[in-house]
Nanobody, 124 residues
Framework: QVQLVESGGGLVRAGGSLRLSCAAS????????MGWFRQAPRNEREFVAA????????LYEDSVRGRFTISRDVVNNIVYLQMNSLKPEDAAVYYC?????????????????WGQGTQVTVSS
């Protein structure tokens, strides 16, 4: 089993920055690719970014590429999402995910694990 706990959400003005964290625990969590998804009200959950188990590969949704950066601390099993130049349309609940196959992303990972989500609100 893998447990994921997100933190770092909050209220920020447009143009500002936030850094989300996802603390992962579990016996084999280091073997998992990690990703971030988001879901705004009345929208489906959408892919944001993913990172391979060793941090060697990353993938971004087009609208966030160049503004968001995903990274992972492989020693402490934490995945970060640095979000810069935030826009009102970035507002959503952000979910951390863990999947055994990096190739599953940008789709939700098959048999993956999910955190409870953290709210990001961007004021215009």
């Amino acid at each position: 089993q893998v447990q994921l706990v997100e933190s770092g959400g909050g209220l920020v003005r447009a143009g500002g920055s936030l850094r989300l964290s996802c603390a992962a625990s579990g016996r084999t969590v280091r073997d998992y690719a990690m990703g971030w998804f988001r879901q705004a009200p009345r929208n489906e959950r959408e892919f944001v970014a993913a990172i391979a188990w060793d941090g060697g590969h990353t993938l971004y949704e087009d609208s966030v590429r160049g503004r968001f950066t995903i990274s992972r601390d492989v020693v402490n099993n934490i995945v970060y999402l640095q979000m810069n130049s935030l826009k009102p349309e970035d507002a959503a609940v952000y979910y951390c995910s863990a999947g055994f196959y990096y190739s599953d992303y940008p789709n939700p990972p098959s048999g993956g694990y999910w955190g409870q989500g953290t709210q990001v609100t961007v004021s215009s």
